[in-house]
Protein backbone atom coordinates (compact mmCIF):
# COMPACT_ATOMS: atom_id res chain seq x y z
CA UNK A 1 0.00 0.00 0.00
CA UNK A 2 1.58 3.53 -1.21
CA UNK A 3 1.54 6.89 1.37
CA UNK A 4 -0.69 8.06 -0.87
CA UNK A 5 -3.47 5.24 -0.67
CA UNK A 6 -2.96 5.36 3.13
CA UNK A 7 -3.80 9.44 3.01
CA UNK A 8 -6.79 8.74 1.43
CA UNK A 9 -8.11 6.64 3.29
CA UNK A 10 -7.47 8.88 6.99
CA UNK A 11 -7.60 12.34 5.54
CA UNK A 12 -11.38 11.54 5.62
CA UNK A 13 -11.57 11.05 9.44
CA UNK A 14 -8.76 13.98 9.95
CA UNK A 15 -6.46 15.85 8.26
CA UNK A 16 -3.44 14.42 7.57
CA UNK A 17 0.11 15.07 6.88
CA UNK A 18 3.14 13.88 6.17
CA UNK A 19 6.31 14.40 8.28
CA UNK A 20 7.31 18.21 8.29
CA UNK A 21 3.81 19.48 7.13
CA UNK A 22 2.13 20.74 9.76
CA UNK A 23 3.57 23.86 11.48
CA UNK A 24 2.76 26.00 14.51
CA UNK A 25 0.41 25.48 17.06
CA UNK A 26 -2.34 22.45 16.82
CA UNK A 27 -5.82 24.32 17.47
CA UNK A 28 -7.67 21.04 16.13
CA UNK A 29 -6.91 16.94 15.81
CA UNK A 30 -5.03 15.80 12.87
CA UNK A 31 -2.91 12.83 11.76
CA UNK A 32 1.13 12.62 10.83
CA UNK A 33 1.87 9.72 8.69
CA UNK A 34 5.62 8.58 8.87
CA UNK A 35 7.19 5.66 6.95
CA UNK A 36 9.95 4.29 9.09
CA UNK A 37 12.66 1.34 8.02
CA UNK A 38 11.80 -1.64 6.14
CA UNK A 39 13.13 -5.12 7.47
CA UNK A 40 13.24 -8.72 5.32
CA UNK A 41 11.36 -11.63 6.46
CA UNK A 42 13.32 -14.52 8.01
CA UNK A 43 14.12 -17.03 5.75
CA UNK A 44 13.43 -14.56 2.53
CA UNK A 45 15.65 -12.10 1.29
CA UNK A 46 12.88 -10.52 -1.49
CA UNK A 47 10.03 -10.24 1.30
CA UNK A 48 9.56 -7.97 4.36
CA UNK A 49 7.90 -5.05 5.73
CA UNK A 50 7.64 -1.62 5.86
CA UNK A 51 6.85 0.04 9.57
CA UNK A 52 4.51 2.82 9.12
CA UNK A 53 3.89 5.55 12.43
CA UNK A 54 0.65 7.20 12.62
CA UNK A 55 0.94 9.84 14.85
CA UNK A 56 -2.03 11.56 16.17
CA UNK A 57 -2.04 14.97 17.74
CA UNK A 58 -4.94 16.57 19.69
CA UNK A 59 -5.01 20.17 21.34
CA UNK A 60 -3.89 20.53 24.58
CA UNK A 61 -6.92 20.41 26.70
CA UNK A 62 -8.59 17.71 25.12
CA UNK A 63 -6.74 14.44 25.97
CA UNK A 64 -10.23 12.45 25.42
CA UNK A 65 -10.46 13.12 21.78
CA UNK A 66 -6.95 10.83 21.23
CA UNK A 67 -8.60 7.79 21.93
CA UNK A 68 -11.92 8.23 19.52
CA UNK A 69 -8.81 9.31 17.09
CA UNK A 70 -7.21 6.08 17.43
CA UNK A 71 -10.29 3.64 17.35
CA UNK A 72 -11.46 5.56 14.63
CA UNK A 73 -7.54 5.77 12.55
CA UNK A 74 -7.34 1.63 13.52
CA UNK A 75 -10.98 0.70 12.31
CA UNK A 76 -10.47 2.78 8.93
CA UNK A 77 -6.73 1.02 8.40
CA UNK A 78 -8.47 -2.41 9.62
CA UNK A 79 -7.69 -4.95 6.84
CA UNK A 80 -5.17 -2.65 5.12
CA UNK A 81 -2.10 -2.60 7.14
CA UNK A 82 -1.25 -4.99 9.88
CA UNK A 83 -1.29 -3.54 13.11
CA UNK A 84 1.71 -3.74 15.70
CA UNK A 85 -0.37 -3.60 18.67
CA UNK A 86 2.44 -0.98 19.64
CA UNK A 87 0.86 2.56 21.21
CA UNK A 88 2.47 4.86 22.64
CA UNK A 89 1.59 6.66 25.80
CA UNK A 90 0.03 10.02 25.38
CA UNK A 91 2.72 12.43 25.41
CA UNK A 92 3.00 16.26 25.44
CA UNK A 93 4.40 18.26 22.74
CA UNK A 94 5.47 21.70 24.18
CA UNK A 95 5.94 23.45 21.02
CA UNK A 96 2.43 22.59 19.27
CA UNK A 97 0.63 22.70 22.70
CA UNK A 98 -0.25 19.26 21.62
CA UNK A 99 -0.95 15.89 22.91
CA UNK A 100 0.08 13.08 21.08
CA UNK A 101 0.02 9.60 21.16
CA UNK A 102 1.81 6.90 18.18
CA UNK A 103 -0.17 3.63 17.00
CA UNK A 104 2.64 1.07 14.72
CA UNK A 105 1.44 -0.68 11.77
CA UNK A 106 3.57 -2.91 9.07
CA UNK A 107 2.86 -3.38 5.51
CA UNK A 108 4.23 -6.36 3.17
CA UNK A 109 6.98 -4.97 1.22
CA UNK A 110 9.21 -6.41 -1.32
CA UNK A 111 13.13 -5.80 -0.16
CA UNK A 112 14.73 -4.37 -2.05
Known amino acids: MSRKEIFDILNPIYPCYAIGEHQGECIGPYIVLK ?31 LDDMAMRAQKALKGKLEFTGDITPELIEDEKKAYFKRLKYRIPKEVV
Open 35 to 65: FDNQMASMNNANCGWQFVHVFLYAPIGDITI
